[in-house]
């Protein structure tokens, strides 16, 4: 199978997702009861269809899998892991390595990169299994819409997991979904996600400071947006993160960055162009007007961290590789599109649901139209 196959695939099965997704919309909207078990049962199905269509693609699907494939045959060639971590291309993320020198002692490439997509895909199982018991099939629906669930899936799986991981991780500490009474029991859970997505890729400490500056500085949501839209000028003005004086001998004890700011590294940086404005405008004023519509304490929280790392991936657009930094805040977008209708035991269709149904399709036109153009 060749790229353009697998891309024809791909989308077939977007398009299968939302027939079955819409179709419990309308049996729930006809008989006034939502078919929980239908949902729970083709949620299950896209999960595992997703888990094998991602994990046993051929070497030539994605970017960075000849990469993992490569990286996984370098660390079989040794019996001690002291040995293999010298001759890792990715030593800095210690703990990875040491993953892929275990499992390179026992298992194939294909059932390795199989293991990391099943990884992946089971985050995102118990991530909508934590926020809702029904409505399952929008949700991952919603996630297929997003070019990051696409990337993450073939490319950039690291990231993928730390952000999976890290999202749940978020979720868990900001109490979002099904509750957890016990406070001391949500926040080991918390912390725990969050050390496994660190286990994948240093980013998670963006998400776990992101939880921090929202847990603990009680600010008014306005605020928020009011620097957001601070950081938006920096960005039409071409000012970022390279341009501070300060960050710069942080920035060069990092090994990926330094490759990243330098221009190193192979992609050029995205910009501020109209297809950056489109993407993350939108789910910035979706999330404004259902704020101020229901001023709910949980979907404020949600949409407090997506301007704070929509802020930090506007001053990173004028450096290589900036998409993955933007996708930090693009796995929070599922959440900002669904929780207004879909949130533990409730689905709730009104008239907004219209506005639910432009943006996920909006949002689905742009990540063909981005895949298509690459």
């Not at 390595?97 to 089971?122: A, C, K, R």
């Not at 029904?134 to 993928?160: E, P």
């Not at 890729?201 to 008014?220: C, E, M, P, Q, T």
Request: glycine share 6%; aromatic share 24%; with cysteine.
């Amino acid at each position: 199978m060749n790229l353009v196959e697998f891309f024809n695939v791909y989308f077939f099965a977007i398009f299968f997702v939302a027939i079955l997704s819409f179709s419990t919309i309308f049996e729930f909207r006809i008989k006034g009861k939502y078919p929980t078990a239908m949902d729970k049962f083709f949620f299950l199905t896209v999960i595992i269809f997703f888990t094998l269509f991602f994990g046993l693609r051929p070497e030539n699907i994605g970017a960075d899998t000849s990469s993992y494939i490569d990286e996984f045959r370098r660390m079989s060639q040794f019996d001690k892991f002291e040995n293999a971590i010298n001759y890792s291309k990715i030593a800095r993320d210690y703990i990875f390595v040491y993953f892929t020198f275990l499992t390179s002692q026992f298992m194939s490439t294909g059932f390795y990169i199989l293991t990391l997509t099943s990884i992946f895909m089971g985050t995102i199982y118990f991530l909508i299994k934590k926020l809702t018991s029904k409505g399952r099939l929008i949700f991952i629906f919603t996630f297929l819409c997003f070019g990051f669930f696409y990337s993450m899936g073939i490319n950039i799986v690291r990231s993928g997991i730390c952000a999976m991981f890290s999202l749940l991780g978020t979720i868990y500490l900001l109490n979002i979904g099904h509750k957890i009474e016990n406070k001391k029991e949500r926040v080991i859970k918390g912390f725990v996600f969050l050390f496994l997505g660190y286990i994948f890729h240093f980013s998670a400490i963006i998400f776990l400071l992101a939880y921090l500056v929202v847990r603990f500085f009680k600010l008014k949501i306005k605020w928020y947006y009011l620097v957001t839209m601070v950081f938006y000028v920096l960005a039409y003005l071409e000012f970022s993160i390279k341009d501070l004086p300060i960050i710069g001998p942080m920035i060069e004890s990092a090994e990926r960055l330094v490759s990243y700011l330098s221009g190193e590294a192979s992609q050029e940086a995205s910009g501020f162009n109209l297809y950056v404005i489109a993407f993350q405008t939108l789910g910035l004023l979706y999330g404004f007007y259902f704020v101020r519509k229901y001023k709910d304490k949980e979907y404020i929280l949600i949409n407090k961290i997506y301007l704070f790392l929509t802020c930090g991936y506007l001053f990173c657009l004028e450096i290589p590789y900036s998409d993955r930094f933007g996708v930090l805040s693009w796995v929070w977008l599922p959440l900002i599109l669904c929780h207004p209708f879909i949130n533990r035991n409730t689905v709730l269709l009104n008239k907004d649901f219209e506005k639910y149904v432009f943006a996920s399709l909006f949002y689905l036109f742009l990540t063909y139209y981005r895949l298509e153009l690459n």
